[in-house]
């Protein structure tokens, strides 16, 4: 196989991969913007403080929890759908496109509207949380085996890029909206807003125009009847072969550990990102626009790094290469113990950033050589409840440390056990390169 970087960048230049990673592109700039911009705009626009007191930040938090857990729920139910009738392609486009309507949708309808802002940021993430399953689901469709990881990788990559792309506007309208009529705080975050929006729509039409389904059939109904099947009938075919699904687990024990590993692990990195600016903001005194920088410097520096992890993976394999990420996100907590300055916490933002995106690209690749051929949806929609199931545990450790420490420097160092727990099941997952023979020939696994 030809590891060179020539080689890497050539999976690109193929239409196929290149408009998936697309979708990677477009995506990131809504979650992004999504935890600088939008966050804003709910708690100081159409919640502010002053009339509302923390009723915002509530809304924030178990919103986002909402939309989660129902997405978690429903990603294998959508993603079996898809795999039965062989229609990911709609389903992507669907899923998407809603989200990307919604998301415009925050940005132009008065804030006075609170119920309808509420009610399109719940749909917007809910779009997203349902979109990614049936994206990545494609993955092991449009590339061979061995090219896998680097892929995933250029996906990872040219989203943080895509992601930075959209922040740095973000900030231009914010700093310099007034010479484009935007007078106020609030019409800036709302310009913002429309751009998140439109960036994820628009840049998600390459993966619809291009990508192509497999052929369908995982349900037992024949490929050629189900178009005939009313919709009732599909979902409840598509709950069973979920149930189905969740019994193959148990003769395909290295996907079964690999799953519970990453929801640990995952869990963790999660709650890093999302309570960083809280340690930056308490313990070394970050200002807003330094926090900015920051992320800036993540998103930008994650692109390189996401492409250096896959070649330290298709060299030293996948496993052993997300067990290094493992340690290395275990000695960012201790090091978070000792840091006292904003130069530091830079250093250390700057690790972050390199293993950030190559721990979620060879987890990805991972879980696309473990699924049984002609079900990448459905299996991708466990890895997306697998990921999500557990969100609430990381951000509900950190919290509780806080309240009763009052330091958020313990409570980064409490994530630890998250990350422990995450390598020592990943220690017990025996990859197969065969995941098809793993799930149909159960005694070859141990």
Not at 43 to 54: A, H, I, K, L, M
Not at 237 to 251: E, F, N, P, Y
Not at 347 to 372: D, H, N, Y
């Amino acid at each position: 196989m030809n590891d060179s970087p020539r080689h890497a960048s050539h999976l690109l230049a193929q239409p196929k991969v290149l408009a998936w990673a697309m979708y990677d592109w477009a995506n990131s700039a809504y979650t992004t913007l999504m935890i600088t911009v939008l966050v804003a705009y709910i708690q100081r626009v159409v919640f502010p403080t002053d009339q509302w007191g923390t009723t915002g930040a509530v809304i924030w938090a178990w919103g986002i929890s909402l939309s989660m857990l129902v997405g978690a729920l429903l990603a294998p139910v959508v993603g079996a759908m898809a795999d039965a009738r062989g229609n990911k392609r709609e389903w992507l486009g669907v899923t998407a496109l809603t989200g990307s309507a919604c998301g415009i949708a925050i940005g132009l309808v008065p804030a006075t509207n609170y119920v309808l802002v509420v009610a399109l940021f719940l749909a917007a993430n809910l779009m997203l949380e349902l979109s990614l399953g049936i994206y990545d689901g494609f993955l092991p469709e449009i590339v061979g085996e061995d090219d896998v990881a680097k892929a995933s990788a250029w996906g990872y990559g040219l989203g943080y890029v895509g992601g930075g792309i959209a922040l740095l506007i973000a900030m231009l309208f914010l700093a310099f909206g007034e010479r484009i009529c935007l007078s106020t705080v609030a019409s800036r975050l709302q310009a913002s807003l429309v751009l998140m929006g439109a960036w994820w729509g628009i840049f998600t039409l390459p993966a619809i125009i291009v990508l192509r389904d497999s052929s369908p059939g995982s349900l037992s109904q024949p490929a050629d009847d189900l178009p005939e099947a009313s919709s009732l009938d599909l979902i409840t075919k598509s709950a069973r072969d979920v149930g189905s699904t969740i019994r193959d687990l148990k003769t395909n024990v290295p996907l079964a550990f690999f799953l519970l590993s990453f929801l640990f692990f995952n869990d963790g990195v999660q709650t890093v990102i999302s309570q960083a600016s809280t340690f930056a903001l308490q313990e070394l005194s970050f200002d807003e626009a330094g926090l900015m920088a920051v992320i800036l410097m993540i998103q930008f520096l994650a692109f390189p790094g996401a492409l250096a992890i896959a070649w330290i993976a298709t060299k030293f394999g996948e496993k052993t290469t997300l067990m290094g990420c493992i340690a290395v996100w275990s000695l960012v907590l201790f090091v978070a113990l000792r840091i006292q300055t904003q130069a530091e916490f830079w250093m250390l933002a700057a690790v972050i950033a390199i293993v950030l995106g190559g721990t979620q690209a060879v987890s990805r690749a991972i879980m696309s050589r473990m699924i049984p051929e002609g079900e990448n949806a459905k299996y991708f929609g466990f890895f997306h409840l697998s990921g999500k199931a557990t969100s609430f545990l990381g951000p509900f450790l950190f919290g509780a440390i806080v309240a009763f420490t009052g330091s958020s420097r313990l409570a980064i160092f409490g994530l630890l056990p998250l990350f422990l727990i995450g390598g020592w099941l990943l220690l017990r997952v025996k990859l197969e390169r065969k995941a098809l023979e793993t799930v149909r020939n159960p005694k070859r696994v141990c």
